[in-house]
């Protein structure tokens, strides 16, 4: 390859893990155009027709979030005849060309599902919905009507119902080939998988009420052919100048100025929203049953709060003033948290206000997370003493962000790991606020691993996140009966596995720290940190999660997450995978040479991926591979290097790999690094095309286009999930076009489809 330019320097390994922090999320992103989303929606139906698939099959952009610098996240709705399929959607990332970058995917539409089936046997697809099963025989106010008869007929509506007609996917859970003969106590998450049962035309009833100075919010699921309930869940998330705080002393607490004294609005994070800024607001003692957020708390000085629990007297003297001062402290922490480790603003990531209002009820022992106004309220506790301790308003504030992201369904394990998302969040909030809440990190210190437990009269926590069934009902690790526990006691297993990733186990089987699932070597399995730690889980969460997400979709999903952003074999990797197995969700692995495989599970099907062997497995322009001087490789000495030339030319790379009927996950990932002499900012003179092709050389879908409008210093770690072509031998193609001037450069390594 001759360069017509000086290269840039040469290409670094993947980046130290503190300089991710700087790039991790970007600004805000600007709502999406009308044509901007139609245009997102004509790229993935066109992929989709690239399939067979017809002009039934769409997709309906729900939310558009920031993601790493220049690059932005996209959650689509699949859709069939026009209508929603539920828990049926594309997370898609792009760049600021509009290139994807990654897609994550759970498809449950019609025809492309497999149907549940005798365990073994190739499931066939479900049957497509003929026009008479998707007209509905009901309407919109008689299915409101039966969804409030069955969960609150003496309620009041605090917002008005909804009912969306969609299609419902009932699922089933059936066991994999490998697993038909397992006793069902020696199962493992990865054992099963959900497929659809059949496809119900239903009504999405979502209901917003009160009763008896309770909410009572629910989603329910009504049959659009008879009015039949088929499913339900409640929607309420909840946990069962200078300011004197309650829990933490004198702390810190940003206020605005007003003509006549001080206000706790927060000008300086968030903007818009019901007050303009992040705000404290009075309650008042407003009723639970329609609780009122009240106004903003005002002071004649910027001297808040007396640091005792509240008397029942004033809400608004010092004593008044404390729960609001531990409301503030807490909702600045939980921003900044976010904001100055990950890049993420506020809880939609949009920057969007948010605000908590103090003293709801008489003695009330909640405190909750409202995504209809996208707020909280905390009571004064009875049982509990004020419930606004830190760890439980970074819980709350969590179920904004899953609210604004994954939505995961509040329901089974997708409700566990809702739960879950809120207790890590609330612990990694607690430990940046406890070492001073600044810094790009998260702290490896300051949080206690259990939740509630300054809010607790009897020094007991409500949740222990190292060994979670010391409550009682929380189990340690995944079963087939996890999906029937209420979410709170679902969310469990996956905050042991939080806090093994984060923490590390013990060898002692007498140790609350041990798992009898780790049984390869080392015994006791080594923890990364708090700071890596949280950062994969928000990746994951962001970026990958769907609503539907369940413990096994999850660990996949994490690992991807710890691979793009470390390496495919990197310790965080392994120590992702060790922390799943640890609650019986996937296989043990050693963590010397564990190498991103499962224990013999994964199995790699890609020949030569890190280019080591030269050309074996490869195909197409095969001098692209060597050990070039000029670039440097992701991992070991050599590489594939396309373009680089600054003439017109055109160079290919391909391999044929098989993906297993059986599999349960198949995840492409490859190291990218571009760097290029064009100037230009709105042309992609060069380009990468990666797509997947028949064994005719008959293109199946392309995954993504890269171009010199893409720089990036070093490599970056692309992944892409092919399990949507189970079943096939696909072609995996990196074409490369290059104009006539100015180089751009391709610069490949480490090409991986692990399927499991």
Known sequence: MNLRTALLTACLALAAWPALAAQLMSAPVAVATPQESAGLVARLTALDARQGLTNDYSFRISSQHPGV????????????????????????????????????????????????????????????????????????????????????????????????????????????????????????????????????????????????????????????????????????????????????????????????????????????????????????????????PGTIYTNSSNTWGDGQQYNGGSTTNANGQTAAVNALWGLMNTYDTNRNVLGWQSLDGNNTATYIAAHVGTAYD??????????????????????????????????????????????????????????????????????????????????????????????????????????????????????????????????????????????????????????????????????????IWFKALTTKFTSATNYADARNKVLQAAQELYGTASKEAVAVQRAYAAINVGADIDEEGGGGGDGGEAVERVVNGGFENGVTGWGGTTGVIGAHSGQSAYEGARFAWLGGNGRRSTETLTQQVQIPATASSAQLSFALHIDSAETTRCTAYDTLVVALRSASGAAIATLATYSNLTPADGYQIRSFDLLPYKGQTVTLSFAMREDRSKQTSFVLDKVSLLTR
């Open 366 to 535: 909640n405190a909750f997370y409202d995504d209809s106004c996208r707020c909280m309220y905390i009571g004064d506790g009875n049982s509990f003493t004020s419930l606004g301790a830190i760890d439980v308003i970074g819980h709350e504030m969590s179920h904004g962000v899953t609210a604004a992201t994954a939505d995961l369904i509040y329901s089974g394990e997708s409700g566990g790991l809702n739960e879950s998302n809120s207790d890590i969040g609330g612990e990694m909030v607690e430990a940046y606020a406890r070492n001073g809440g600044t810094g790009s990190v998260v702290p490896a210190t300051g949080n206690d691993w259990m939740m509630g437990k300054e809010i607790s009269r009897s020094g007991e926590p409500l949740r222990w996140m190292y060994k979670p069934h010391k409550d009682g009902s929380s189990p340690d690790a995944w079963s087939t009966s996890l999906k029937n526990l209420d979410v709170h006691y679902s969310s469990g297993p996956n905050n042991r596995m939080f806090y093994f990733l984060s923490q590390g186990s013990k060898a002692d089987p007498a140790s609350d720290y041990y798992s009898a699932y780790l049984t390869r070597t080392p015994a006791a399995m080594t923890g990364i940190g708090n700071d890596k730690a949280y950062r």
């Open 69 to 292: 610098t220049g690059q932005k996240i996209t959650r689509a709705q699949h859709t069939y005849k026009g209508l929603r399929v539920l828990g049926s959607e594309s997370v898609v990332v792009t760049n600021a060309a509009g290139d994807i970058v990654s897609v994550s995917v759970a498809d449950r539409r019609p025809g492309l599902t497999p149907q549940a089936t005798t365990p073994g046997a190739p499931p066939p697809a479900p049957p497509l919905p003929t026009a008479a099963e998707l007209t509905p025989a009901i309407g919109t106010d008689e299915a409101i009507r039966i969804a409030v008869q069955a969960i609150a007929p003496g309620g009041t509506h605090r917002w008005p119902p909804t009912a969306e007609l969609l299609i419902y996917p009932v699922m089933k859970t059936v066991r994999t080939a490998a697993a038909g003969d397992k006793p069902e106590e020696q199962l493992n998450a990865l054992d099963l998988q959900e497929v659809v049962d059949r496809y119900e035309l239903s009504y999405l009833v979502q209901l917003r009420m009160a009763q008896d100075s309770k909410l009572i919010y629910y989603d329910v699921v009504v049959s659009a052919r008879d009015g039949t309930i088929i499913a339900r869940w409640p929607a309420l998330q909840t946990v069962v100048g200078s300011g004197n705080s309650q829990y933490n002393g004198v702390v810190p607490i940003s206020t605005s100025a007003t003509a006549t004294g001080f206000q706790m609005l927060d000008s300086a994070r968030g903007s818009g929203g019901k007050f303009g800024g992040m705000a404290i607001t009075n309650a008042d003692h407003s009723s639970p049953n329609n609780p009122d």
